[in-house]
């Protein structure tokens, strides 16, 4: 069944600490998009991915977060030093191709991040 | 750049009313316009998108939006609101329907009163 599946579903780290966030997009699709989503915020862009290079990063708020796909399908948001602003939900969402025409993006159910 | 403002951030309704969900854009060229729901505990899920083609959009569950360029608005209406259509519903725009990156709106929460 194959939605779009994020690991873990919930994660608290303490301040300081690294973590990996994981995203499986549907199978064959080629663009992948990371959103953060703060307590009664909408999502926020923070990168996407055509294929395995990281087409528009400029939503990342800063270097200690980077987002990798290596093979082209599944995706990690790495963060690094986490910090008390971090926690959020971290969404991920994969279309077949670039969005345009008729073509949709599916949602995670999300990652929600809690920095102690 | 690209904004959109949603107007209520909660609004309640009793079931078999209808529903009205305010949403206003910004947008410095031809935008492309969505509305997601988002049902606790799953992923957002689209309702409807507006691409140029016409200005009143049908979507699914029996939502529907009217692009309203003068008005820089894209409300979302149902005729007769059901219990399941609670949900947090946001308005979404993109600068122009190649755009990769949405920009959502705050989100307004839908309760509907049996």
């Known amino acids: 069944g194959a939605g779009v599946s994020q690991t873990p579903s919930n994660k608290v780290t303490e301040k300081g600490k690294y973590v990996e966030l994981r995203c499986d997009p549907i199978s064959g699709h080629t663009a992948l998009y990371w959103y953060r989503q703060s307590l009664g915020q909408g999502p926020e862009f923070l990168i996407y991915f055509q294929g395995t290079g990281a087409a528009d990063d400029s939503g990342l708020p800063n270097d200690r977060f980077f987002a990798v796909r290596p093979e082209g399908s599944v995706s990690t948001l790495k963060i690094q030093r986490t910090e008390r602003g971090d926690s959020a939900v971290y969404l991920c969402?994969?279309?077949?191709?670039?969005?345009?025409?008729?073509?949709?993006?599916?949602f995670g159910q999300g990652t929600r991040l809690t920095v102690v | 750049a690209q904004s959109v403002t949603q107007l209520d951030s909660h609004v309640s309704v009793s079931e078999g009313t209808p529903v009205l969900l305010r949403c206003n854009y910004s947008s410095s060229y031809s935008p492309s316009l969505f509305w997601y729901v988002q049902h606790p505990n799953k992923g957002l899920q689209l309702l409807l998108k507006?691409?140029?083609?016409?200005?009143l959009v049908k979507g699914i569950n029996g939502f529907e939006a009217e692009f309203k360029k003068s008005e820089t608005s894209f409300h979302l209406t149902k005729p007769s609101a059901h219990m399941s259509d609670a949900a947090e519903y946001f308005c979404v725009v993109s600068d122009w329907e190649g755009a990769q990156k949405l920009v959502f709106g705050q989100g307004t929460r839908l309760t509907i009163n049996p």
């Open positions: 507006y691409t140029s083609a016409a200005t």
């Open positions: 969402a994969s279309s077949l191709t670039l969005l345009g025409g008729n073509t949709e993006a599916f």
